[in-house]
T-cell receptor, first 112, second 113 residues
Framework: KQEVTQIPAALSVPEGENLVLNCSFTDSAIYNLQWFRQDPGKGLTSLLLIQSSQREQTSGRLNASLDKSSGRSTLYIAASQPGDSATYLCAPVLEEAEKLVFGKGTKLTVNP | KAGVTQTPRYLIKTRGQQVTLSCSPISGHRSVSWYQQTPGQGLQFLFEYFSETQRNKGNFPGRFSGRQFSNSRSEMNVSTLELGDSALYLC????????????FGSGTRLTVV
């Protein structure tokens, strides 16, 4: 059974800091991995998708890396802004199943 | 292009009733998945449909069911509602097996009283 762990569970930083969110998963037989953000009471917004054959993906101030063999992914956020405040979720997709498996997420607060 | 549309946005139901939620995927997407989100359990997979067939099912009781129509729109049904069914229900669409990633709708907030 795939288990996903995200560290830290919560993070509070001042505006402008660079930060790293960590995700680990137990089953490395994944098809791809997706990072999402969720604002309170809202749906999930996709941030980055990394295919299993890729090492990293970048979009603006966001960079995600994937080490499939060790079961780890990292989301790097540069020059954080108050608008980045949200819960960040990582979700690998198992090769054997057509579904996302989610961690509990990291709740990020960026203070002005 | 239009995103994933879920209706209704909010629902209040009484214990014992049943409810039907609807999801319209992105045009061209044939896979629709459903997830339940609660504060205690987080996001949990309910089921996934592709070309009108259920391909995968999570660990939920039989009161939770779904279907997919020929136009890829999907519905999920919960019968004999319990207080614990109160949750945010999210629908996600993809081309197939997450190819190109999943896109989520805004969800349906179900409250059972």
């Amino acid at each position: 059974k795939q288990e996903v762990t995200q560290i830290p569970a919560a993070l509070s930083v001042p505006e402008g800091e660079n930060l790293v969110l960590n995700c680990s998963f137990t089953d490395s037989a994944i098809y791809n991995l997706q990072w999402f953000r969720q604002d309170p009471g809202k749906g999930l917004t996709s941030l980055l998708l990394i295919q299993s054959s890729q090492r990293e993906q970048t979009s603006g101030r966001l960079n995600a890396s994937l080490d499939k063999s060790s079961g780890r992914s990292t989301l790097y956020i540069a020059a954080s802004q108050p608008g980045d405040s949200a819960t960040y979720l990582c979700a690998p997709v198992l090769e054997e199943a057509e579904k996302l498996v989610f961690g509990k997420g990291t709740k990020l607060t960026v203070n002005p | 292009k239009a995103g994933v549309t879920q209706t209704p946005r909010y629902l209040i139901k009484t214990r014992g009733q049943q409810v039907t939620l609807s999801c319209s995927p992105i045009s061209g997407h044939r896979s629709v998945s459903w997830y339940q989100q609660t504060p205690g359990q987080g996001l949990q997979f309910l089921f996934e449909y592709f070309s009108e067939t259920q391909r995968n099912k999570g660990n939920f009781p039989g009161r939770f069911s779904g279907r997919q129509f020929s136009n890829s729109r999907s519905e999920m049904n919960v019968s004999t509602l319990e207080l614990g069914d109160s949750a945010l229900y999210l629908c996600a669409s993809s081309l197939d097996r997450g190819y190109g990633g999943y896109t989520f709708g805004s969800g349906t907030r179900l409250t059972v009283v």
